[in-house]
């Protein structure tokens, strides 16, 4: 079957350490990987894309890796702050024809002062 | 940027009534917008794709006689939920894309709280 997994337990750091999430996809061929923010109560935001012949993508503190042979993106955000603590979501994108993205169940990062 | 706009934030209803949701983008057009649905602690769940002057496409699963979408403008997509039973109670969350390009990031209205008594 098809699925999408991140690590539903929350991953806890110190300030200024790089933290690390994971997603992982079995059975999808996405042409893309986007990763997206959600604060609670609210709807998510854009952050990053890669592409499937793009290994790796930064912005800023954010670094993205993309491997179609592992199926898994990885996602770093270094010198984590505790306005970094959300919950993270990778979704899959560019499977067919269609426009649709499918959404991982994120990833809660919180970031101690 | 590009500003999805969703209403309420909030409802409350009894069981048997309906409500509707509106989703605006507000300095872009969309033809096409995603109704999605998510439970506390779960993944956003795409429900359908709202196509302008066009019917809906649902996904497997979804009653489209009960969740009544209409997308009557470029920058105005209704989500009807009918005859709504406490099993509804979610977070309903509209989306859209600014541009055509089929990898463009999905800018998401800020969520509907649903809550059927």
């Known amino acids: 079957s098809q699925k999408i997994e991140q690590n539903s337990e929350a991953l806890n750091i110190q300030e200024g350490k790089t933290a690390t999430l994971t997603c992982n996809y079995t059975?999808?061929?996405?042409?893309?990987l986007q990763w997206y923010r959600q604060d609670p109560g609210r709807g998510p935001v854009f952050l990053l894309l890669?592409?499937?012949?793009?290994k790796e993508k930064r912005k800023e503190r954010l670094k993205v890796t993309f491997d179609t042979t592992l199926k898994q993106s990885l996602f770093h955000i270094t010198a984590s702050q505790p306005a970094d603590s959300a919950t993270y979501l990778c979704?899959?994108?560019?499977?067919?024809?269609?426009?649709?993205?499918?959404f991982g169940s994120g990833t809660r990062l919180l970031v101690r002062p | 940027g590009a500003v999805v706009s969703q209403h309420p934030s909030r409802v409350i209803c009894k069981s048997g009534t309906s409500v509707k949701i509106e989703c605006r983008s507000l300095d872009f057009q969309a033809t096409t917008m995603f109704w999605y649905r998510q439970f506390p602690k779960q993944s956003l769940m795409l429900m359908a794709t709202?196509?302008?002057?066009?019917?809906?496409?649902?996904e497997q699963g979804v009653e489209k006689d009960k969740f009544l979408i209409n997308h009557a403008s470029l920058t105005l997509s209704t989500l009807t939920v009918t005859s709504a039973h406490p099993e509804d109670s979610s977070f309903y969350i509209c989306?859209?894309?600014?541009?055509?390009?089929?990898?463009?990031?999905?800018?998401f209205g800020n969520g509907t709280r649903l809550t059927v008594t």
């Open positions: 059975n999808y061929s996405p042409a893309y």
């Open positions: 979704a899959l994108g560019g499977m067919d024809s269609s426009y649709k993205l499918i």
């Open positions: 890669i592409r499937e012949n793009e």
């Open positions: 989306s859209a894309r600014d541009g055509g390009v089929s990898n463009s990031p999905l800018h």
């Open positions: 709202s196509n302008e002057g066009s019917k809906a496409t649902y």
